[in-house]
Each structure stands twice: as structure tokens, then as C-alpha cells.
């Protein structure tokens, strides 16, 4: 029988040490900013797309799926780790508060094929606010999406290398997120703890109706396309290009260590064989 997570979630956000700080920033190969503003930002949300895998491993090894800054930041730069969305998001929270920034957690849901949201709480992205004045969206958790923070103010098309992105008025004061003219999430304006996010989690780990359950997916950013390691289908894309090959169980074992840096004492297995599934 499959029971909520019952470890506390802190309500006040987690504020690393200075010198967890400098791991996370060797952990994403990045220097610390002189100050905190857009420009550090984009650096910043780049660093960490390339750096740290979207991944949903600890559901298909039967680990625990815990919302805590600390416990995050431990799994992201102690184990090297990465996550989805409700993880990474908040490790990086956790970064940009340990260097100033002022972030917000904006709870958002997806639009499925059929152009209608999901649940509540079916991803979390962040609002950043810099000195220099500027309100950004941040979202280093939904695969493949922008490479660099959207203007939250902004209602024009705003260019980046993962697509042409807009931000538009939605349903009842909320707002939705296109990519290439396509609604990617619908994202509510106003800021949520931590602690609210539990359900969502909650049902992404086990819910048949999530695609997580059912689907093993690992997916990194890389400086001429990206790669993804969905069960043992290894999907190299670069300069515009796809190629796709099936690994053996020596050959994936070594792909999450070289391709992504994660090293696992034993593989995670999806009931049901090979899964075709793209990150998000």
C-alpha cells in the first residue's frame, strides 16, 4: 500500500551556509555574482540546465521523495543528483537565496494533449526578483523548456535558444506560458510555501494517472542540443539532428555515470519495459 510522505516540510524557507553556497556553485561550474542581478541570474539558470539532470530516478529505486531545502541541496550537490520539478526548483531556490536574490514559489499546472490544465500543484516554477529591478520567471524544472528566465512582466514575444516564449493573460488572473504558440503551463501569481506542494509531489511519485509512475526519464541540456536516457533509450540531439539507440545494462549503468554524472548502486526499472517519454 502506497501512504502519503509524512516528514515535516519546514515553512520558512531554507538559507544555506556560505558554505554550501560555494559547493552548489562548483556543483554548476558558476562564479559567484557580484551582485544580484538579471544578468547574474541568466548565468546562473544556464549553469544549472547544464549542469544538473532532469530526472525522476528516485521514484523507480524506491527513494523518498522529500520537499526540504536542506535535503535537497544534499541531494543536488552532495549526492550530484538531480530531480523534477518540485526538487530542482527548490535547490535552486535554495542557491539564490543563500546569494540574495528574493524568490517566490509559483505553483503552476501543465497543459495536457488535450489543451486542459492539470491538477493543482502539478509543477512549480520560480519568481525572482533582482536588484536592478527586473521580475523574472525562473524555471530550471520542466526539461526542456527556455534556457534563460522569462520576463514575468513582459506580454511580447521574448526570444531565447529553446524557442520564441510568451507570457499571456489566463483564466481568473493567472497566466500562461507559450512556447512556439503552444500553452506549456498555466502559472498562478501568487507565492506558496513549500509545504504546499506535498500533494502534488505526492501524486506525481504515485498516481497511474501521472506520467512519472510510469515513465523513467533522465535529460540534460548540452551546449549544441540535448541528451536524455528515457529506461535504456539513449536520445542524443545535436546541432539539429536526433538519434536514438537502446543500451545494454552495462551501457546505461555507464551513461548515467558518464552523461550525466549520477553514479547508482543499482539501475532503476520501469514496469512494463522501454518508455518512450519526453522531459518536461
Not at 59 to 84: M, P
Not at 199 to 215: K, L, V
Amino acid at each position: 500500500m502506497t501512504t502519503r510522505p509524512t516528514a515535516p516540510v519546514p515553512s520558512e524557507p531554507f538559507v544555506p551556509a556560505p558554505g554550501d553556497v560555494e559547493a552548489y556553485l562548483r556543483r554548476i561550474g558558476a562564479e559567484r555574482p557580484d551582485r544580484e542581478d538579471s544578468e547574474a541570474l541568466r548565468e546562473l539558470h544556464l549553469r544549472h540546465l547544464l549542469t544538473v539532470p532532469f530526472e525522476n530516478l528516485s521514484i523507480h529505486l524506491g527513494e523518498d521523495i522529500v520537499l526540504d531545502g536542506k535535503a535537497l541541496l544534499d541531494k543536488v550537490v552532495g549526492a550530484r543528483r538531480g530531480g523534477f520539478c518540485y526538487e530542482i526548483n527548490t535547490a535552486f531556490a535554495v542557491l539564490l537565496r543563500g546569494l540574495g536574490f528574493e524568490v517566490s514559489l509559483l505553483q503552476a499546472r501543465v497543459f495536457g494533449p488535450d489543451g486542459r490544465p492539470g491538477i493543482p500543484y502539478d509543477h512549480m516554477a520560480l519568481l525572482v526578483e533582482t536588484v536592478d529591478g527586473e521580475r523574472l520567471l525562473a524555471d530550471v524544472g520542466f526539461g526542456d523548456h527556455s534556457h534563460f528566465p522569462l520576463s514575468f512582466e513582459d506580454r511580447e514575444d521574448q526570444q531565447d535558444p529553446g524557442g520564441v516564449f510568451r507570457i499571456v493573460e489566463g483564466a481568473e488572473g493567472d497566466l500562461d506560458v507559450l512556447r512556439d504558440g503552444k500553452p506549456q503551463y498555466r502559472v498562478e501569481r501568487r507565492p506558496r510555501e513549500l509545504a504546499d506542494f506535498t500533494a502534488g509531489a505526492w501524486y506525481h511519485r504515485t498516481s497511474p494517472d501521472s506520467h512519472f509512475p510510469r515513465n523513467l526519464v533522465c535529460s540534460l541540456l548540452t551546449e549544441d542540443g540535448r541528451i536524455t536516457l528515457s529506461d535504456r533509450k539513449l536520445i542524443t540531439r545535436a546541432h539539429g539532428e536526433r538519434d536514438e539507440r537502446i543500451l545494454d545494462g552495462d551501457e546505461v549503468r555507464g551513461a548515467y555515470r558518464d552523461l550525466f554524472g549520477i553514479e547508482l548502486d543499482s539501475l532503476p526499472v520501469v514496469r512494463g519495459g522501454i518508455s518512450d517519454s519526453n522531459p518536461r
